[in-house]
C-alpha cells in the first residue's frame, strides 16, 4: 500500500492545510437485483487504494502532514453471505493505513467531529455522483462561524479535482510499472487476434478470443467496451456492436485494451482479415503508420500537445492529397480543415488509471509541455466513409483554436449551429472520392511514455509494419 501513503505525502506537500473529503464508488443496478460488476472511482483509488464500494474518507493535513480517515462497510456475516468478504474496520486501519476507520453509516456525523473548526480549506471532489446537496448539511457545520438563528460554514471550499488531476499526469515508478504490465498483456490480445482472424468469424467471437487473452494473463477487467469493427464498421469511432461478419478481403479494425491493477492500456491495430492487405488497404496503412511514427518520435520533453496534434495533422494532410481524397493543396486542406473529413479526432489522450486519463491538454492558457513521467497515447487514423462518395468540401477558413474558443465561450451547443451555418452558407468544392478506397477505416494506437530521452513505446510488441502483420495473420 505504499504507493497510496506516497501519493497522500505527495498530496500534504502540495495542499500543505486543509481537509480533503472524498466518496468512492457506489454499486450500480443494471436492473432488479442484478448489478454491474464494482469499479472503484479512480481518484478515491489513487488515494486510498480501498477496493470496495459505499466508503467515504477524510484526510486532514497539517504542516504538510496528513492523515487519513476511512468510512467503510463494516463486517456483516448476513451480508457477507450473500456478496462476499469485507475488509472492515479493522482491516482499513491495519491493512490500508488508516488513521482511524468507522462504519460508513457514521459518516456524516463523525466528519463533523473530525474537522471541527480547525480548518479553513476544504477540498471537495465535485466529480463525485455521491456529492449533492445533502453534503450541505454538514458542510455548514465545518468550521463554524456563529450566527443566531443560523448555522454558516467560515471554510473556503476548493475542488480537488485541479489538484489531483495535476499529480495524475506525472506516474509514479509504481503506476508505470502497472500501466507496462497491462501494455503488455493487451498487446499479446492484439497478437492473439490476427493470428485468428478470418473470414466467415463473427465480430464478436474475435473478441471473445482476445478478451480471454486479456483475462488469462491476470487483467480484472477490461479498460473499455472493445471495438471490433470489420470492413465499413472501421470508419464509425466508437463502433461497439460487434456483431458482424468478418467478410473476405476486408479489414479488421481493432481498438481494444486491458486494465492491470486498475491501470488501462488502450491500443488499435487495423490489419487485413484474409491475411493480405489490397493495394488501396496497404496504401491508406502505410501513410498512417507514416504519421504515428512521427507523432511517437515528438513524445519528449519541451514538445506539447498541440505541437504533436499540429504535426501530425500536417502528415495526414499531405497523405490524404497523394491519395486524392482532397481537392486542394497542403496550405487549404489544413487551413480549410478538409483533412476533418478522414481525420476527425485528436492524435491522443492522457493514459492511466483512466483511458482517457486525468489532467488537462493546457497549462497556464497555452498547451502544456510533456514531462517525464507523462503516459499518452499516438493514435492517427484516416476513414474514408463508404456512404460519401462524393464530398462537398466548404471553401471557408477555419481555425481550430478560434472554434475550441468560441465553444468554450457559449457551449459546444450553440457554437454547433454557428459552425453548421457558416459551413452551409459557404461555397463548396465538389470532389469524387476514389472508389477503391471508399469503405477503408485504418487507426494505428500505442502508448507512449515521455522519459528524458528517447520516447517509450510500452505497446510495441504488438506488430504493425505490413510484412510482420501478414505473416502473423498467416501464421
Not at 312 to 331: A, Q
Not at 363 to 369: A, D
Amino acid at each position: 500500500m505504499q504507493i497510496f501513503k506516497k501519493n497522500r505525502d505527495h498530496l500534504a506537500k502540495t495542499i500543505s492545510d486543509g481537509v480533503i473529503i472524498m466518496h468512492g464508488g457506489v454499486i450500480k443496478y443494471r436492473n432488479a437485483d442484478t448489478w454491474y460488476p464494482f469499479r472503484q472511482d479512480s481518484n478515491f483509488h489513487y488515494l486510498t487504494g480501498w477496493p470496495e464500494p459505499d466508503a467515504h474518507a477524510v484526510i486532514t493535513i497539517e504542516n504538510g502532514n496528513h492523515q487519513m480517515f476511512l468510512f467503510v462497510l463494516d463486517k456483516n456475516e448476513e451480508m457477507e453471505t450473500w456478496d462476499g468478504k469485507r475488509i472492515g474496520i479493522k482491516g482499513a486501519e491495519e491493512e490500508f493505513g488508516a488513521t482511524r476507520a468507522y462504519p460508513a453509516q457514521q459518516f456524516k456525523d463523525t466528519v463533523v467531529e473530525i474537522i471541527g473548526d480547525k480548518f479553513e480549506n476544504i477540498y471537495i471532489d465535485y466529480s463525485s455522483p455521491l456529492f449533492t446537496e445533502l453534503d450541505q448539511e454538514y458542510l455548514r457545520k465545518i468550521s463554524r462561524y456563529p450566527q443566531r438563528g443560523a448555522e454558516f460554514s467560515n471554510a473556503n471550499l476548493h475542488s480537488l479535482l485541479p489538484v489531483i488531476s495535476e499529480m495524475r499526469l506525472i506516474k509514479k515508478e509504481e503506476e508505470i510499472s502497472l500501466l507496462t504490465k497491462a501494455c503488455e498483456i493487451t498487446s499479446k490480445g492484439h497478437m492473439k487476434a490476427m493470428s485468428l482472424a478470418k473470414p466467415g468469424l463473427y465480430e464478436y467471437q474475435v473478441a471473445a478470443e482476445l478478451e480471454k487473452v486479456f483475462f488469462d494473463l491476470g487483467s480484472e477487467r477490461l479498460g473499455y467496451p472493445s471495438i471490433v469493427a470489420g470492413g465499413d464498421n472501421a470508419c464509425t469511432l466508437h463502433y461497439s456492436t460487434n456483431r458482424d461478419l468478418l467478410e473476405e478481403e476486408s479489414l479488421l479494425l481493432i481498438d481494444a485494451g486491458a486494465e492491470y491493477n486498475m491501470y488501462s492500456a488502450d491500443v488499435t491495430r487495423t490489419f487485413p482479415v484474409s491475411g493480405k492487405f489490397s493495394p488501396p488497404q496497404a496504401a491508406i496503412y502505410n501513410e498512417v503508420l507514416k504519421a504515428q511514427e512521427l507523432g511517437i518520435s515528438l513524445v519528449k520533453e519541451e514538445s506539447t500537445v498541440k505541437e504533436i496534434h499540429t504535426k501530425t495533422i500536417e502528415s495526414i494532410s499531405k497523405s490524404l492529397i497523394d491519395l486524392k481524397l482532397v481537392p486542394m493543396g497542403i496550405e487549404d486542406t489544413i487551413g480549410m480543415m478538409h483533412y476533418f473529413e478522414f481525420f476527425m479526432h485528436g492524435t491522443g489522450h492522457w493514459l492511466g488509471l483512466d483511458v482517457h486519463d486525468a489532467g488537462s491538454v493546457e497549462e497556464n492558457g497555452v498547451s502544456r509541455k510533456l514531462k517525464k513521467g507523462m503516459v499518452t497515447t499516438i493514435e492517427p487514423g484516416i476513414y474514408v466513409r463508404p456512404y460519401k462518395p462524393v464530398v462537398e468540401f466548404p471553401l471557408l477558413e477555419r481555425d481550430p483554436t478560434l472554434i475550441k474558443e468560441r465553444r468554450d465561450k457559449i457551449g459546444i451547443e450553440e457554437a454547433s449551429k454557428i459552425e453548421e451555418r457558416e459551413i452551409k452558407e459557404a461555397k463548396k468544392i465538389s470532389h469524387k472520392i476514389p472508389e477503391e478506397l471508399l469503405g477503408i477505416g485504418v487507426r494505428i494506437e500505442d502508448d507512449i511514455l515521455c522519459t528524458d530521452d528517447t520516447p517509450v513505446n510500452l505497446t510495441e510488441s504488438a506488430v504493425k509494419e505490413i510484412q510482420d502483420i501478414e505473416e502473423l495473420c498467416n501464421s
